[in-house]
């Protein structure tokens, strides 16, 4: 089974920064794609930023220039830098894994984490 655990999520200014973790754990020999996520109230969840095995990253557009994801394979684990936030950033921001070799299985799917809530006041 695998689980994805995130913190780093409250409450900040416009203009101020926030760092997002997401662990992976459980019987996970690799990961494909680690990434974020974001729901805001009322609306569809969105890609924020995803990064491959081999450090290959994509962004949404309205994110390009203040967020930056990175990973560390060895601990099963992504970041999401956030800065520069704007008030439009509020979201519940959730950790995606897919593509997971775990326990002899290799699963095409998507895990999710619980979801943080970033909220960035005005």
């Known amino acids: 089974q695998v689980q994805l655990v995130e913190s780093g999520g409250g409450l900040v200014q416009a203009g101020g920064s926030l760092r997002l973790s997401c662990a992976a754990s459980g019987s996970i020999i690799s990961i494909n794609t680690m990434g974020w996520y974001r729901q805001a109230p009322g609306k569809q969840r969105e890609l924020v930023a995803a990064i491959t095995s081999g450090a290959g990253t994509n962004y949404a557009d309205s994110v390009k220039g203040r967020f930056t994801i990175s990973r560390d394979n060895a601990k099963r684990t992504v970041y999401l830098q956030m800065n520069s936030l704007k008030p439009e950033d509020t979201a519940v921001y959730y950790c995606?894994?897919?593509?997971?070799?775990?326990?002899?299985?290799?699963?095409?799917?998507?895990?999710w984490g619980q979801g943080t809530q970033v909220t960035v006041s005005s």
């Open positions: 995606n894994a897919r593509g997971v070799y775990s326990a002899g299985n290799f699963y095409t799917g998507n895990y």
